[in-house]
């Protein structure tokens, strides 16, 4: 090394010289220094210019061993750098080539195998020892190597041949695919040196090709043998592929005539379901059974069920849509024919509930013409009533129609004359049919409004039409065979209610004219009674007095000797007396006087007492509540039930004991008949003269709006409960 860096030798300014500021380095040995304005990189260039450097020729002339030496020596050490920087590189370079995890090997210009690397050993089984030397073909054993090696074929095209796939046998005779890259080198002179390829197991490639072509053919199969239509489409619209099911779905000719519709917003029949679709399936990245209606080729429309996803192509990089359509028109149509189905029950339920809520005519034909309006989506209709004695059929009840003209003789009007005369028949007989055909008639309106013919619909019970359903259809409505089945289930189930209506109204008549005969009936009796008791208590009592005042004058004028007759006379005498008590008796049981003059509670005190004198029964009775006089009627009813009450249980019952309550609890008055007797069945007209008794108490209880109560049994005796309402008297001062 020499005393001094050339840099402090030279007095060099050229600090940006990289030799510069450096005391142990060789400066002709440093590439690119500024000597001369040289900055080259070729070490032997440089040293042309360091021979005339000063500060090299110095070192040289100061060497021991002379100039020349110094220059060899120089030159000796350079030439070993550089071939150990060589041996370096590719020492490197082979490492490479070794961790490559490609097969590789170069040939010569023999195409003899020169190097193999690890990776080549590993794919083809030979090792580098065997391989070397050995030819390619002979390694691959592959017949095309024979008639179309890939290095003499880029040799011969001047061309490298990139990604040839093979399938080579490797040492254990096992089939191998590769995909391989082939070059050649050639000298400075265009001569071929050698060549080199790199190859690639595939096998794994291979089979995950293979388990992509199963999978896309089985992907391919159910998309193409699916029965619902399968899809891809991108975000514009536009049908990128379609299987054959969406084809016949949306009835096109071929799969080529739907791809070329343009964009799938012409197949779907309502707008604003595509913009809803494209809404959620950005949103989400997926749609899952959104229903809609698309449309076909034809126009026509069908229901459907849509489920898609969102994705990334991964060979375009393209956003799409895939999907699945599924056609559920016969589910929609099944639903509503279940949803019909369902209104029709319910319609019948309903029907049914008035009939059973109220049995009043008009709120049942209200109610059934309401609901059927409702169900069949119409605004008028009408119900008429067949009226036979009249000889024509009344409008018993309309919706959205006028009210008919009473007074126009015209009445009703049938399109068919002939059925007009069969229907207001009083022997026409109808065989019971689950629906009869529709018929057509109108009715003279009030103001004279014209009516348009109404569709009808016959209402029968017992094979007899009792009326008729009016319904105004528009043309445009045509009703389908479930409604016409529904018009006719519920003719036939409110037919029955009708008529059982009517009846039951004609019952209710029936009864209240009863009612009336009835209460005039105990009313005629009452005064009867009281004629008679007032004719028994004046006429008779007077006639007897009148007898008794003879009888006395006569007595007075018959001789003391006369025994005999005087005896006679007496005894008239006492039978007049007798005669006179019965008679005071009679009129007093026919009516009282007592309770007109004083009231009830004095009026059943007595007469009470006076059955007890004359029986052995035991008598318990009281009146709690009362501070003044009931209604005249209510006492005289009230008199007689305890009249009833007492003379069943002297007859009948062989009681020992008899309770007789008479309670004021407002609103009411409860009357209450007990005793300890044999008792009976409890069932009142099947008990001879007991019953008939009853029967009047209940017929009373009735006619005063109250409540009749019997509970008897063989062995327990008999309890009667009476409630009937607090009227209050009139005319009527207080008494208790």
């Known amino acids: 090394m020499p005393n001094q860096p050339c840099w402090e030798f030279l007095a060099c300014s050229k600090v940006l010289c990289p030799a510069h500021g450096k005391k142990d380095l060789l400066c002709w040995s440093i590439p690119r220094t500024h000597c001369a304005h040289y900055l080259g990189d070729d070490y ?181 043998g699916s029965h619902d239509m399968i899809y891809i489409t991108n975000p514009e619209g536009t049908l990128l592929d379609v299987n054959m099911a969406g084809v016949d779905m949306l009835g096109y000719h071929n799969k080529r005539e739907l791809l070329s519709i343009g964009t799938v917003a012409r197949l779907y029949n309502k707008t604003q379901d595509r913009k809803r679709f494209l809404k959620l399936i950005n949103q989400e990245g997926y749609v899952k059974d959104f229903e809609l209606e698309l449309k076909k080729q034809d126009g026509s429309p069908v229901h459907v069920l849509l489920s898609s996803r969102r994705y990334d192509n991964p060979e375009t990089g393209e956003v799409e849509f895939e999907g699945i359509i599924k056609d559920i028109s016969q589910r929609k149509k099944a639903e509503e024919a279940l949803k019909r189905r369902n209104l029709e029950l319910s319609l019948l339920n309903r029907t049914a509930v008035a009939l059973n809520r109220s049995m009043d ?158 209460e005039k009936l105990f009313q005629t009796q009452e005064e009867e009674r009281r004629h008679i008791a007032r004719e028994l208590h004046d006429e008779a009592g007077q006639a007897l007095t009148a007898v008794k005042l003879g009888l006395d004058r006569l007595e007075e004028a018959l001789s003391v000797k006369d025994q005999t007759l005087i005896g006679q006379v007496e005894e008239i005498r006492q039978m007049l007396l007798r005669t006179s008590s019965e008679i005071r008796r009679l009129s007093y049981h026919l009516h009282p006087t007592l309770l007109s003059d004083l009231g009830l509670e004095p ?36 008199y007689r039930f305890s009249q009833e009450a007492l003379n069943n249980t002297l007859k009948h019952s062989q009681a020992k004991n008899f309770h007789l309550s008479i309670i004021k609890s407002y609103p009411k008055i409860i009357f209450l008949a007990e005793d300890d007797g044999i008792g009976f069945h409890g069932q009142i007209g099947q008990g001879g003269k007991r019953s008939l008794g009853l029967l009047g108490m209940r017929e009373r209880t009735s006619l005063l709006e109250g409540t009749f109560q019997l509970k008897s049994r063989k062995g327990e005796g008999t309890k009667i409960r009476i409630e009937i309402p607090l009227r209050e008297p009139q005319g009527y001062g207080t008494t208790h």
Not at 493 to 507: H, M, V
Not at 625 to 632: E, I, N, V
């Open 361 to 518: 005519l008009d709120a049942i034909v209200k109610e059934t013409l309401t609901n059927i309006l409702k169900v069949l989506g119409l605004k008028k209709g009408g119900i008429f009533l067949i009226d036979r004695e009249k000889g024509t059929a009344l409008l018993q009840v309309c919706i959205g129609l006028p009210s008919p003209d009473s007074g126009n003789p015209k009445g009703i009007a049938f399109k068919d004359a002939l059925l007009k005369k069969v229907l207001l028949n009083q022997e026409a007989q109808f065989t019971p049919k689950p629906t009869f055909p529709p018929f057509q008639v109108t009715y003279a309106a009030k103001g004279g409004k014209k009516i348009p013919w109404l569709t009808s619909f016959l209402i029968t019970s017992k094979g007899k039409g009792v009326g008729f359903f009016a319904l105004e259809i528009p043309s445009s409505r045509i009703l389908t065979a479930q409604e016409i089945h529904l018009l006719g289930s519920l003719s036939n189930f409110l037919g029955g209610g009708i008529e059982n209506a009517q009846l039951l109204k004609t019952i209710r008549r029936h009864r209240q004219e009863l009612r009336r005969l009835t």
């Open 603 to 638: 009026a059943l005190d007595l007469y009470l007492k006076s059955v007890s004198n004359h029986s052995n029964l035991g008598i318990d009775f009281r009146m709690v509540g009362f501070d003044h006089r009931l209604d005249p009627d209510v006492e005289t009813v009230l």
């Open 44 to 224: 032997f260039d440089k040293l042309a210019i360091c021979l005339d450097c000063s500060f090299f020729q110095s070192l040289g002339d100061n060497d021991p061993r002379g100039w020349n030496y110094f220059l060899a020596e120089q030159l000796r050490q350079q030439n070993f750098k550089a071939l150990e920087q060589i041996y370096q590189k590719e020492g490197s370079f082979i490492e490479i080539l070794n961790r490559i995890p490609d097969g590789l090997f170069t040939t010569d210009r023999e195409f003899r195998i020169t190097y193999f690397n690890p990776a080549a050993e590993r794919i083809t089984g030979f090792s580098s020892s065997d391989a070397v030397g050995m030819y390619c073909k002979d390694v691959f054993k592959n017949p095309i190597c024979e008639f179309d090696c890939a290095l003499k074929q880029a040799v011969r095209d001047g061309n490298a041949i990139h990604n040839r796939e093979y399938t080579i046998t490797n040492i254990e005779g096992r089939k191998t695919p590769i995909i391989c890259s082939t070059s050649f080198f050639l000298d400075d002179r265009g001569q071929l040196t050698g060549g080199i390829e790199i190859f690639k197991e595939i096998s794994e490639l291979k089979r995950l090709q293979e388990e992509i072509a199963r999978r896309e053919k089985k992907y391919r199969r159910i998309f193409e």
